[in-house]
């Protein structure tokens, strides 16, 4: 099991309902990045870490979005109040490198949220 | 505003068919373009490009980078129908973000 795993692979929430997403990156990877993928579309880009540090957060849409990642290793993405326009696939990816600029991203199966 | 655009759209083809994917982008601080196939779960990695003029090959599938003219092609020849997928490209700037494109979907029909 050296795969990027989320958890859980499913949620259905209720609108204003706060939700938690789970990532465990692959270990030893030091970036990490979550992305939100509507129908159709390609992954756009939420926020990255870099082991502890987020150092981008700049694709979060609202301040209802939340990430962390306390001890460098997995992370979680809050979404508060949730609205039906939440709806999506969030995906995990994780890195290798730490430097600056990317490398080979290794997505998990993503987490399908459905917001009634 | 970093962007990145892929055509077609979608597009089928017969089985044996080759099929070339291409991928546009403007993007500030370029560091490399990814290549990814998605089918119905998270994209799997393909390939990863940096210079320009150099193909990567892998099996059936190549790629290669214009840094130029900012595109990439991905090509595949002697389609099957295990290809169908949606192929997204990425471009990573060296502030270590992500732009995807829409992807193309590919239809391989036997």
């Known amino acids: 099991g050296a795969g990027v795993s989320q958890s859980p692979r499913y949620k259905v929430a209720k609108r204003g309902q706060d939700v938690a997403l789970r990532c465990d990156p692959i270990s030893g990877h030091v970036s990490l990045f979550w992305y939100q993928q509507a129908l159709g579309q390609g992954p756009e880009f939420l926020t990255y870490f870099q082991n502890e540090a987020q150092l981008d957060k700049s694709g979060l849409p609202s301040d209802r979005f939340f990430a962390e990642r306390p001890e460098g290793s997995v992370s979680t993405l809050k979404i508060q109040r949730t609205q039906q326009e939440d709806s999506a696939v969030y995906l995990c990816?994780?890195?290798?490198?730490?430097?600056?600029?990317?490398?080979?991203?290794?997505f998990g199966p993503g987490t399908r949220l459905t917001v009634l | 505003e970093d962007k990145v655009v892929q055509s077609p759209l979608s597009l089928v083809v017969h089985e044996g068919d080759t099929v070339t994917l291409n991928c546009s982008y403007e993007?500030?601080?370029?560091?490399?373009l990814l290549w990814y196939k998605q089918e119905k779960k998270a994209p799997t990695f393909l390939f990863m490009l940096t210079s320009s003029g150099i193909e990567k090959k892998s099996g059936r599938l190549s790629s290669i980078l214009d840094k130029k003219e900012l595109f990439s092609i991905l090509n595949i020849t002697a389609t099957q129908t295990g290809d169908s997928a949606v192929y997204l490209c990425?471009?990573?700037?060296?502030?270590?973000?992500?732009?995807f494109g829409d992807g193309t979907t590919l239809t391989v029909k036997p």
């Open positions: 990425a471009v990573t700037t060296n502030a270590g973000k992500s732009t």
């Open positions: 993007v500030t601080n370029f560091r490399s």
């Open positions: 990816a994780s890195g290798r490198s730490g430097a600056f600029g990317a490398d080979t991203q290794y």
